[in-house]
T-cell receptor, first 111, second 115 residues
Framework: DAKTTQPTSMDCAEGRAANLPCNHS???????VYWYRQIHSQGPQYIIH???NNETNEMASLIITEDRKSSTLILPHATLRDTAVYYC????????????FGSGTRLLVRP | NAGVMQNPRHLVRRRGQEARLRCSPM?????VYWYRQLPEEGLKFMVY????????ESGMPKERFSAEFPKEGPSILRIQQVVRGDSAAYFC?????????????FGPGTRLTVL
């Protein structure tokens, strides 16, 4: 699986957009980008995934660059409950059940 | 609709004892995954099971660890003769079909402490 690189930590103000970047420069054509988050002491929570088109759901938006070497997760209006570790995961379809979690980005939403 | 349930939430064992961790998947889900998270690290895949079948156990340590998902009842992750290095949070996830790109729904985890 392709390796991902994320900043160790970020912060943003409550009510503002949180933009979390992820580099995956060695991603293959059949590999998807997934985002999960883990709120302190809880199990990970699925957020969104995509292949090459931008995706949006009720939680977030995922912007994938045209060359697919990087992506950005956008939380449009961050709340205090969005404080968590966010994991960007790249996985091929045939092994997508085997999620590989890196170190993630620790997002702190400030009041 | 109850989510993935794991019990116990906290488990304390002495070195050499056995630990049994249980996972009840979401209703209608027949695929279960176990992950381990060491302190300050990301989750590591351990094993993927369907009812009565082990699909992929490539992340399981070769000794002392075993997993099952019987036709009836919860999935069990069993650790024999625990050592201090087994202290970790163990998370179970489930999915409905086991299809490619199936979303995994995680339970709250079992925190194992080995004294």
């Amino acid at each position: 699986d392709a390796k991902t690189t994320q900043p160790t930590s970020m912060d943003c103000a409550e009510g503002r957009a949180a933009n979390l970047p992820c580099n995956h420069s060695t991603i293959s054509g059949n590999e998807y980008v997934y985002w999960y988050r883990q709120i302190h002491s809880q199990g990970p929570q699925y957020i969104i995934h995509g292949l090459k088109n931008n995706e949006t759901n009720e939680m977030a938006s995922l912007i994938i660059t045209e060359d697919r070497k990087s992506s950005t997760l956008i939380l449009p209006h961050a709340t205090l409950r969005d404080t968590a570790v966010y994991y960007c995961i790249v996985t091929a379809m045939d092994s997508s059940y085997k999620l590989i979690f890196g170190s993630g980005t620790r997002l702190l939403v400030r009041p | 609709n109850a989510g993935v349930m794991q019990n116990p939430r906290h488990l304390v064992r002495r070195r050499g004892q056995e630990a049994r961790l249980r996972c009840s998947p979401m209703k209608g889900h027949s695929h279960v995954y176990w992950y381990r998270q060491l302190p300050e690290e990301g989750l590591k895949f351990m094993v993927y099971l369907q009812k009565e079948n082990i699909i992929d156990e490539s992340g399981m340590p070769k000794e002392r660890f075993s997993a099952e998902f019987p036709k009836e009842g919860p999935s069990i992750l069993r650790i024999q003769q625990v050592v201090r290095g087994d202290s970790a949070a163990y998370f179970c996830a489930s999915s409905p079909e086991g299809l490619a790109l199936d979303t995994q729904y995680f339970g709250p985890g079992t925190r194992l402490t080995v004294l």
